[in-house]
């Protein structure tokens, strides 16, 4: 367990890494350019007007996360280090209207059925193979199946549990509100707070019940329900000196224990607190690799006599 929570972080580095500066070398023209140019092609005989200095670049990342860009109305079509659905984030939203109960199922469907997701869950398998988790499913593509399939099944609960059920029986509103202010310290400690306080759907600060119980709850439901039990294997031991097969009977105790649920339920929201803290962070990260993107692309035009 412990192995794939490092995994998924270190994952998400090397994604940040790997299409940030693809993504930042788009560049978007201005809206100064474009008045320009219309106004050109309207009458070819006036020139063009310079662009006004007054005019504000786009950002890609702010537009994406304002509430109503998203394919369902209150949300963002935002996707967190380019690639990982980022729709319940939004940035300057202000006060909202309560999400509709459908609307928070269609949101988190949107986000867990998401095609990234498909070849994370199997690389996050692949990894549970390699280190032999959960040995009662052994080894071979069949097993590699059983543990596709707990992976899939483990996140699509947890991301409807914490985002759909409980913020739907509780009123609570799933959505994370980026603050954008104050110093290093304090927008950390905002990020970290999310996983215990939010926002109820009448707009007052509440206990998050809906992500720490939420949690809980799908924990619960994977570690009990379709984990593996107790099983006994017979494992072959070679005795070159007698010449004949032996065949040792271990037991391998069962994943259905209070323990396990514990540790899947701390693992979770460790994860989460961490994401959240992303979220909270990651526009600054993208516009600091956009700015460096502009000034290295400005600097052999600046250089010239």
Request: one cysteine or more; a positive charge.
């Amino acid at each position: 367990m412990f192995i794939k929570f490092v995994v998924k972080v270190a994952a998400c580095l090397v994604v940040a890494c790997t299409v940030s500066v693809p993504s930042s070398a788009q560049q978007t023209p201005s809206a100064g350019s474009d008045s320009s140019a219309q106004t050109q092609a309207q009458d070819p005989g006036k020139p063009a007007s310079a662009p006004s200095n007054s005019a504000q670049p786009a950002d890609p990342v702010k537009d994406s996360k304002q509430a109503g860009q998203g394919k369902v109305a209150g949300t963002s079509n935002d996707r967190l280090l380019y690639t990982l659905p980022n729709f319940l984030t939004l940035e300057n939203a202000g006060k909202l209207p309560p999400m509709p109960v459908k609307d928070k199922y269609k949101v988190v469907a949107l986000s867990t059925f998401d095609p990234v997701n498909y070849p994370w869950w199997g690389l996050l398998s692949a990894i549970g193979q390699a280190d032999n988790s959960e040995p009662q499913y052994g080894q071979g593509w069949a097993a590699y199946g059983k543990r596709y399939a707990t992976t899939a099944s483990d996140s699509i609960i947890e991301n409807f549990m914490v985002g759909a059920v409980f913020p739907s029986a509780l009123h609570q509103d799933p959505r994370f509100y980026e603050s954008g202010k104050g110093s290093f310290g304090r927008r950390l400690g905002y990020g970290m707070e999310r996983m215990v306080v939010t926002l109820s759907d009448s707009g007052h600060k509440q206990f998050n019940y809906s992500e720490i119980f939420g949690a809980a709850f799908a924990a619960a439901v994977s570690t009990y329900s379709y984990h593996p039990r107790g099983k006994y294997v017979y494992h072959y031991v070679d005795h070159p000196s007698s010449g004949m097969p032996n065949y040792q009977l271990e037991y391998l105790s069962s994943d259905r224990t209070l323990r396990n649920a514990a540790s899947v339920w701390g693992t979770q929201l460790s994860l989460d607190t961490l994401t959240y803290v992303v979220k909270e962070f990651w526009p600054d990260i993208h516009r600091m690799l956009g700015g460096k993107h502009k000034n290295d692309a400005a600097a052999p035009a600046s250089s010239k006599p």
